[in-house]
Each structure stands twice: as structure tokens, then as C-alpha cells.
């Protein structure tokens, strides 16, 4: 399941045996000592809480900076499509959310480190007046940003009409992403394309289009898990993965363009290890290349609860970089 096509999952919200009360606690305890500090900090991904916000309503979005506070984390990753806005008066709905959002992350301490924005339209699309659209509707979340004090917003260059046409795709790409760069650039906010499906997870093709751009504002949010180019029936989400980028290539490609990482994970075995991605492969390309910022968590597998899952990739985190030292 991907954060961005959400799909009901309650009843597959298993408890992990074992797991969360045997692996995590001996795995959180690596860092105790304040002098024995990762190479980077950590920062939660709102995605990873989606099913308590959205589905179950035992989490309030507001009270987002609260929970990654008692969960351990330093910053927050905010999802835009969690918050609905007043679609009679954006702006001053816009407004006061962010106010508030503020507060309470003033409050807890915690940094706002970016905005994953959705549902905004189509940066990459083939029609002009649909991507000037997807420009003008992503700006709110740009300043929304800088009111926050994030570093950037995230954002999606899936393409409607261009996804299967390399050449078509990087022109409207380049359009696109070169006009919100400009807009940005006056509240000093990055620009980040994650690879997120599509031609989008073909890190060679998309550093192309970053390199064309080349603006300083304007990078990468490397994703461990999202490296699938082509899905059964054209399927954007859901469908099986037929065509599947490297993902230590793409994300080592990646790198030298990154604003923030994201640690995606899905499920874990009796060690702690994640069972699909070499978490200490990812972060030995991440140090390497010499990055030392927020790394976000991003849980989105259905066997532990969702906040086992991020306490379990947050330990597994630790364990990896301790091994690194």
C-alpha cells in the first residue's frame, strides 16, 4: 500500500510477537550515551500514522508533533492530504492550520523538517494550463512551509500523458518543477521530487531532469522503497511491480542531490531486519555521501501496528548506523 493511494487495511494491523517487546528495546538502547549520536537526526513521516489519523481517529493531525515527541523523534514530516482545508477560503484555512501547527510544534520542541504535499495536481502533466494550475495550488503549501520553518516540500512528478514517454515526460517536468523553483526560491524553501512511481522512480532519468533544472532549491528526497517503474495494466498504485529500478544504485545516484532521506519500511524479521531492504546497505551509500541531516521514518507495512512499525525502523536505524561507527 502506497501513503499516496490509501487503502482500508484495519484488519491487517496485526500485534508483532516478540518483536516490539523483546528486539526494540535492546535496539533503542545503542544510543543512550548523549555522546554516541548517529551520523544523522531523526525525523517522523506522518504517513506512518495514517491509519490512527484517517482511520481509526485515536490521533488527532494536530496532535502529530505531540505523538513523534513521545515517540522518540527530533522533527516531523507533515503530510498535506492528512489536513482538509475550507475549500470556500484556502488561504485563511491554510492560515490558521499552519498557526496551529506552529504552536504545538513549538511547544514540544520538535523541528518542522518538510511537507509531503498530494492531491495538488500534476506537476508533469502534458497540458500547460493543468500544470500552471498544479504550480499555482502548490505554492500555498511552499509559503505554508516557510511559515513553519521546513526546509522544503515534497513533491510527485508522476505525469498525466507524459508517463510513458521519456522525452515528453523530462519537458513538462522541466516546466513544472523550474516554476515552482522560481516561486519558492523567494522564501528560501527546496523543491523535492521523491522517487515515487513511474518515471519518477527511474532515479537515472529523474536526476536528468534536476540537473536541466539546475537551480539550488531544487533537489531529491531518495526513498528506500519506492523504485518501481512499471506496474501490471499501466497501473499507477496496487497493481504488481514488472519493472523495478536498483534501489542502492538509485539511491546512491540519488544522493548527491538530497535534501532529506526517507527510510521506508515494511516488515521485519526475528533480528530486527527489515526483509526487503539492506538497511545497513542504504546507510553506509547515505554516510558515504556524506550526509548528516534528518533521515524521516516511513512505515507503511500492516503486520505490526503503526507504531511498533516505527519504533521497529527507528531501532533498526540505531542498530545500522551503530554498526557504521
Not at 528495546?25 to 548517529?38: D, G, H, I, Q, V
Not at 523504485?227 to 511491480?241: D, I, L, M
Request: glycine fraction near 8%; charge should be neutral; include cysteine.
Amino acid at each position: 500500500m502506497n501513503r499516496r493511494h490509501f487503502i482500508s487495511a484495519t484488519g491487517k494491523a496485526g500485534i508483532a510477537t516478540g518483536l516490539a517487546g523483546n528486539i526494540i528495546p535492546s535496539l533503542y538502547s545503542l544510543f543512550e550515551n548523549p555522546e554516541e549520536k548517529p551520523f544523522f537526526k531523526l525525523s517522523l513521516a506522518q504517513w506512518s500514522l495514517h491509519k490512527a489519523i484517517l482511520e481509526t481517529k485515536t490521533l488527532s493531525n494536530l496532535d502529530f508533533a505531540k505523538k513523534a515527541k513521545e515517540l522518540g523523534f527530533e522533527g516531523v514530516e507533515y503530510v498535506s492530504q492528512l489536513y482538509q482545508l475550507d475549500e470556500n477560503n484556502q488561504k485563511a484555512s491554510l492560515k490558521k492550520l499552519i498557526k496551529e501547527l506552529k504552536l504545538r510544534s513549538n511547544d514540544q520542541g520538535i523541528k518542522n523538517v518538510l511537507i509531503m504535499v498530494d492531491n495538488e495536481g500534476e506537476l508533469a502533466a502534458a497540458d500547460k494550463k493543468e500544470r500552471e494550475l498544479a504550480v499555482s495550488n502548490h505554492s500555498k503549501w511552499v509559503d505554508a512551509a516557510a511559515e513553519l520553518g521546513c526546509h522544503s516540500i515534497r513533491v510527485n512528478l508522476f505525469g498525466t500523458g507524459t508517463e510513458h514517454d521519456f522525452h515528453k515526460w523530462q519537458a513538462v517536468s522541466y516546466d513544472g518543477l523550474s516554476q515552482l523553483s522560481r516561486y519558492a526560491s523567494n522564501s528560501g524553501v527546496n523543491i523535492i521530487v521523491e522517487n515515487h512511481g513511474g518515471l519518477s522512480s527511474d532515479a537515472e532519468k529523474l536526476i536528468k531532469v534536476i540537473r536541466s533544472i539546475n537551480k539550488r532549491n531544487c533537489g531529491l528526497l531518495p526513498d528506500f522503497g519506492n523504485f518501481c517503474v512499471k506496474r501490471e495494466n499501466g497501473e499507477r498504485w496496487g497493481a504488481p511491480c514488472i519493472e523495478e529500478y536498483d534501489r542502492y544504485k538509485g539511491t546512491l545516484e540519488m544522493m548527491p542531490f538530497a535534501y532529506g532521506v526517507s527510510a521506508k519500511s515494511y516488515d521485519f524479521n526475528e533480528k530486527g531486519d527489515e526483509t526487503t531492504i539492506d538497511y545497513y546497505r542504504m546507510l553506509k551509500i547515505v554516510k558515504e555521501a556524506g550526509y548528516n541531516g534528518f533521515i524521516g521514518v516511513e512505515y507503511e507495512g500492516s503486520r505490526l501496528s503503526e507504531e511498533e512499525g516505527i519504533l521497529a525502523t527507528k531501532a533498526l536505524l540505531l542498530k545500522a548506523a551503530n554498526q557504521l561507527k
